[in-house]
Every structure is written in C-alpha cells, then in structure tokens.
C-alpha cells in the first residue's frame, strides 16, 4: 500500500520561511519523480514543483520561482520543499504526489500517488 505522509506546515508570517516534507512508503521511490501541489480556498489545486527521480532536473511554477526549492533524499523516501519568503498568497493546502514517470512534470494527470496534505499560513 502507498502512502505518502506530508508534515512540516504551519503559521508564518510574510517573509518567514516553512520547509514541508513527505515521506514515502510502498514503492520504489527513487524511480518515481515527486512533486508538491497547492489549493488554496475556493481554488482548484495547482502545481508547484517537481523532481526527477534522481534529483537532477526540478521545474516550479512562475509564481514560486526564487524563493521554493525541491529537493530529495531517495536514501530517506522523503521529498521537500523549501520554502523563503512567503507570501499571503502563498497560504494553501500543500500535497505531494509520485509520478509514474521519472522525469519532473506541472501535469496533474501523471501524478498516481497523492497525500493527505499540509496546511501552510501565511499571515500578513
């Protein structure tokens, strides 16, 4: 059975920094590229970033760029997303997700695996 378990959110003020983290379990997770989603309230979910398999390649979305970064240790099964200067707007539901191709992609379909997420707040 997978399960992908997020943990690591929270309160923040504007500028501050979070750094969630998702640990993987029942699959070969270094042949997987990751990713982390957000929805905010009354929003559809959106992608953030994404991995590939042997952390080499990332991609993120416009809106995240320079101040998120993804990163991965396949020895620990776990994915993180570093994030500096948060902003209000930043304030969502954060998920990871594998992918059942290796390379990083925004595409939600190619995502098989999905976790529960993590509320991140960002207060103004």
């Known amino acids: 059975q997978v399960q992908l378990v997020e943990s690591g959110g929270g309160l923040v003020q504007a500028g501050g920094s979070l750094r969630p983290s998702c640990a993987a379990s029942?699959?070969?997770?270094?042949?997987?590229?990751m990713g982390w989603f957000r929805q905010a309230p009354g929003k559809e979910r959106e992608f953030v970033a994404s991995i590939s398999w042997a952390g080499g390649t990332s991609n993120y979305a416009e809106s995240v760029k320079g101040r998120f970064t993804i990163s991965r240790d396949n020895a620990k099964n776990t994915v993180y997303l570093q994030m500096n200067s948060l902003k209000p707007e930043d304030t969502a539901v954060y998920y990871c997700?594998?992918?059942?191709?290796?390379?990083?992609?925004?595409?939600?379909?190619?995502?098989?695996?999905w976790g529960q997420g993590t509320q991140v707040t960002v207060s103004s």
């Open positions: 997700a594998a992918s059942k191709y290796g390379a990083p992609t925004d595409t939600q379909e190619a995502f098989r695996y």
């Open positions: 029942g699959l070969l997770f270094s042949t997987y590229a």
